[in-house]
């Protein structure tokens, strides 16, 4: 069975703070890693793609360690604005349909 | 570009009615998908198309149907609503290319659905 877990949460971090998700999936065969952000009643936004070497865009840096089959996100200097649900996604193949979402992990950072 | 639109935003729907909704995007993807969301759950997929005239089944289709006929649209209709159809639905696109990885997919604002 297709499955992406993450870490349940919620986490409520003070601003400032650098706070880490992890995710794993069951499907050694998958191909493709994403993580969104979804803010409350809204639609999933692409946050970063994963790649193999792992990859940082600003504050945000994303590892991939296929051997173990997890994908981490690290933000660092958190903002009240970076408050949302995280979600991690796996495309299994690559083919379009097989674009597998975990539950998501919700963060609230705190003035 | 506007990307991936959907309406409408919202509608309340009696047990039994049916209605179509609209998906479009102006980005020339060849995938067009469509979640639904239930709340504090992940997305599920309900129907999923490669291209105009083909269109196939997620995870989640009971219920639903779909059709392509051109690029943009990728209608879903419910035709008998249930309660348990009561969710957010997402649309969504993205372009794949053979032997290349997948790009990510770019969502519509969704769509809030109650049925009662």
């Known amino acids: 069975r297709k499955e992406v877990e993450q870490d349940p949460g919620p986490f409520n971090v003070p601003e400032g703070a650098t706070v880490a998700f992890n995710c794993t999936y069951s499907?050694?065969?998958?191909?493709?890693f994403f993580w969104y952000r979804q803010d409350c009643r809204k639609e999933p936004k692409l946050l970063m793609s994963v790649y193999s070497s792992g990859n940082e865009d600003g504050r945000f840096t994303a590892q991939l360690n296929r051997a173990s089959q997890y994908i981490s996100l690290l933000i660092r200097d958190s903002k009240l604005s970076d408050s949302a649900t995280y979600l991690c996604?796996?495309?299994?193949?690559?083919?379009?349909?097989?674009?597998?979402f975990g539950p998501g992990t919700r963060l609230s950072v705190l003035p | 570009n506007a990307g991936v639109t959907q309406t409408p935003k919202f509608r309340i729907l009696k047990i039994g009615q049916s209605m179509t909704l609209q998906c479009t995007q102006d980005?020339?993807?060849?995938?067009m998908y469509w979640y639904r969301q239930d709340p504090g759950m992940g997305l599920k997929l309900i129907y999923y198309?490669?291209?105009?005239?083909?269109?196939d089944k997620g995870e989640v289709p009971n219920g639903y149907n779909v059709s392509r006929s051109t690029t943009e649209d990728f209608p879903l209709r419910l035709e008998l609503a249930a309660p348990s159809q009561t969710s957010v639905y997402f649309c969504a696109s993205n372009v794949i290319l053979t032997g290349e990885g997948n790009q990510p997919q770019h969502f519509g604002d969704g769509t809030r659905l109650s049925i009662l």
């Open positions: 996604v796996v495309n299994e193949d690559n083919y379009g349909q097989n674009f597998v």
């Open positions: 198309s490669v291209g105009a005239g083909i269109t």
């Open positions: 499907n050694s065969a998958s191909q493709s």
């Open positions: 980005m020339n993807h060849n995938y």
